[in-house]
């Protein structure tokens, strides 16, 4: 199974949020990842995407981490990570472990 981590970029699909998400995938259908939200953005930059605000607008992005208590996937929404003196932290909903992920400033 793939556990590569990192950031990975999603778009609403047909641009109604309400749809989901569909994801920036590499040719073999995985996530492509990237360290910084920053990378993400160059990497739309590089694919054509010239508005600024588009890239804040249309486009969101996830951690994608697994937990290591379960192995449960989660694409977790910069907003919703948590600060403290270990790191940033995220919670499980599957075994309800915290846990942590890398985060490159
Ligand atoms: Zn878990």
Do not use: W
Request: some cysteine; proline content about 5%; glycine content about 8%.
């Amino acid at each position: 199974m793939d556990k590569k981590t990192g950031i990975v970029i999603g778009r609403p699909i047909e641009g109604i949020s309400l749809n989901g998400l569909e994801y920036a995938l590499d040719e073999q259908g995985g996530y492509i990842h990237f360290k910084t939200i920053d990378e993400a953005k160059q990497f739309l930059r590089d694919s054509g995407v010239e508005d600024e605000d588009d890239l804040e607008d249309c486009f969101m992005y996830k951690h994608h981490a697994f937990c290591p208590q379960c192995g449960e996937e989660h694409l977790i929404d910069p907003s919703d990570l948590l600060e403290d003196e270990m790191g940033t932290r995220s919670n499980c909903e599957k075994c309800e472990a915290p846990f942590y992920i890398t985060v490159t400033p």
